[in-house]
Nanobody
Framework: EVQLVESGGGLVQPGGSLRLSCAAS????????MNWVRQAPGKGPEWVSR????????YYAASVKGRFTISRDNTKNTLYLQMNSLKPEDTATYYC??????????RGQGTQVTVSS
């Protein structure tokens, strides 16, 4: 089965850190660029970060640049998002996503991140 499964979310205080993971299966993970996208309650989806298939190129939204780091381990078919210096406005459900060769978008079920004191 082709799927993405996110984990690692939780409740953290402002200034804290979390590391999200996204386990991929059913497709050749190492040949796909991957993204993290988040959606806060009552808001539309917001692109957060992108990494190319080999992991050598990364891109970030201005809102997270310098605080978040995207990475991947193609031997483990896993995508990561290290989030530091978290702010209340980072509160959202975080999804890993990609676009398959068929043209269809693939997204996991999401993991909730809540930043609150």
């Amino acid at each position: 089965e082709v799927q993405l499964v996110e984990s690692g979310g939780g409740l953290v205080q402002p200034g804290g850190s979390l590391r999200l993971s996204c386990a991929a299966s059913g497709f050749t993970f190492g040949t796909y660029d991957m993204n993290w996208v988040r959606q806060a309650p009552g808001k539309g989806p917001e692109w957060v970060s992108r990494i190319n298939s080999g992991g050598g190129s990364t891109y970030y939204a201005a809102s997270v640049k310098g605080r978040f780091t995207i990475s991947r381990d193609n031997t483990k078919n896993t995508l990561y998002l290290q989030m530091n210096s978290l702010k209340p406005e980072d509160t959202a459900t975080y999804y890993c996503t990609t676009v398959l060769r068929s043209g269809s978008s693939l997204r996991g079920q999401g993991t909730q991140v809540t930043v609150s004191s």
